[in-house]
Structure formats: structure tokens, C-alpha cells
């Protein structure tokens, strides 16, 4: 069974940086693409970024572009999430996914099997 954790989380100012990590246990990570994923209160679950299973290739929304950065160590089973120049409106629980595949559809929340309990994010002005 596959199990996520993430960790990284917290408060900061506004222009500053925090780097997300999530872990996942359980299965082979290489076989597994990754996502970050966002929620803030009384908004739906939005994508963020994106990375296929060998790291050759990423996906970001247009919100985050240029500001942040998915990576993963397959050695370490982990998928990070530097975000950098943060603003007040990245505020919100940032979740961690996987699905055993590469291909289209990776923003779309139904296409990820797994997913973690989630890190607070909170971006004071």
C-alpha cells in the first residue's frame, strides 16, 4: 500500500521561500509519478505542479510558474517543492499525489490514486 507524507510546511512573509518534501513508502517510487496539489479554505483542490516518473519532464500552472520548482530524488523516495517569492494567495494545504503512470491528465485531481494528509502553508503580507 502506498503512503505519502509530506512535511515542510509553515509561516512565512511574503517574498520568502519554504521547500515542501514528500515521501512515499510502500512501493517502487520510480514506477510512480508525483504532484503537489492545493486546497485553500472554501476553494476546490487545484494543481500545481507535476513531475513523470523518470523527472525528465515537469508541469506547472500558470500561477506558480517561474517561482517554483518540483524535483524528485529517487534514491530517497522523495518529491520536493521549493517555492520561492511567495505570496499571500499561495496560502493553503498543500497535498502530495502519486499514480503509477506518465501521460496526459496530470492536473486533474481524479487521476491520482494516492494521496498524503497534507502541509499548511501559510503566507503572511
Known amino acids: 500500500q502506498v503512503q505519502l507524507v509530506e512535511s515542510g510546511g509553515g509561516l512565512v512573509q511574503a517574498g520568502n521561500s519554504l521547500r515542501l518534501s514528500c515521501v512515499l513508502s510502500g512501493r517502487t517510487f520510480s514506477s510512480y509519478s508525483m504532484a503537489w496539489f492545493r486546497q485553500a479554505p472554501g476553494k476546490e483542490r487545484e494543481f500545481v505542479a507535476a513531475i513523470t516518473r523518470s523527472g525528465s519532464s515537469r508541469y506547472y500552472a500558470d500561477s506558480v510558474k517561474g517561482r517554483f520548482t518540483i524535483s524528485r530524488d529517487n534514491d530517497k523516495n522523495t518529491v520536493y517543492l521549493q517555492m520561492n517569492s511567495l505570496k499571500p494567495e499561495d496560502t493553503a494545504v498543500y497535498l502530495c499525489?502519486?499514480?503509477?503512470?506518465?501521460?496526459?491528465?496530470?492536473?486533474?485531481?481524479?487521476?491520482?490514486?494516492?494521496w498524503g494528509q497534507g502541509t499548511q502553508v501559510t503566507v503572511s503580507s
Open positions: 499525489a502519486a499514480r503509477a503512470l506518465d501521460g496526459i491528465f496530470y492536473y486533474s485531481v481524479g487521476n491520482y490514486g494516492y
